[in-house]
């Protein structure tokens, strides 16, 4: 989800030798930048417009077209030589069965952060009231956990204390293969995250908050 750490969790990963391309380093939301490529949150938008929706207001259904497979296919021939290769988009999730398509063996990562402190921060930055924040959260994560029941995957919590998510960040590099050294300076500061409480959000986002928690490591 969106406003939930995907931003540190692909900065931390890239420092440790995967491979994203040429992202954004440094926007208005981001001092480090959002760490995606122009190219595909582009690619992701498209497919989620021409199937009635957009990342704040997700299709009931999605539909890849002929234009869209190509783009991807194209994307992804851009990156074959190198030996780790990946991408972060939150949008992702929504247009995910498309790249299930080309790149059957896709390894992923999630990261989650309570829906209260994501209403917040998207209230904040684009005006979304804190209930449709809320909803926009339980849907996005909903994904998350599905998807995680299918395919287990290292699930980390943006909540957690710097420290603990710092060591697990160099451990997800340690089992996607990366170089497992960390950096002297590593991606994620204390800073770059919004501190602020935690409030009572619905029972239904709650219960999955709860349900990735037990998930993450």
């Given amino acids: 989800m969106h406003r939930s750490g995907t931003s540190a969790l692909a900065g931390s990963l890239e420092q440790h030798g995967l491979h994203l391309g040429t992202v954004s380093t440094q926007d208005t939301h981001n001092v480090k930048g959002n760490r995606e490529s122009a190219e595909l949150r582009r690619l992701n938008e498209d497919v989620l417009r021409t199937s009635g929706g957009a990342w704040r207001a997700p299709p009931p259904t999605v539909e890849w077209q002929p234009e869209h497979w190509e783009r991807a296919r194209r994307a992804i021939a851009k990156h074959a030589g190198q030996p780790v290769w990946g991408f972060k988009d939150p949008r992702t999730l929504m247009t995910l069965e498309g790249w299930l398509t080309l790149v059957p063996d896709l390894e992923f990562v999630g990261v989650f952060r309570h829906p209260s402190r994501v209403a917040r921060s998207l209230e904040r930055?684009?005006?979304?009231?804190?209930?449709?924040?809320?909803?926009?959260?339980?849907?996005?994560?909903?994904?998350?956990?599905?998807?995680h029941e299918q395919r287990s995957f290292p699930l980390l919590c943006f909540d957690d204390e710097p420290s603990e998510l710092q060591r697990k960040l160099d451990e997800v590099a340690r089992l996607l293969g990366l170089r497992d050294t960390a950096p002297d300076e590593p991606f994620f500061e204390p800073a770059l995250r919004d501190e602020v409480p935690v409030e009572p959000a619905s029972p239904e986002a709650e219960d999955l908050y709860g349900d990735l928690r037990a998930r993450a490591l």
Avoid: F, K, P, Q
């Fill in 125 to 147: 930055r684009g005006g979304i009231d804190r209930e449709a924040g809320v909803a926009l959260w339980t849907a996005y994560n909903s994904r998350l956990r599905d998807l």
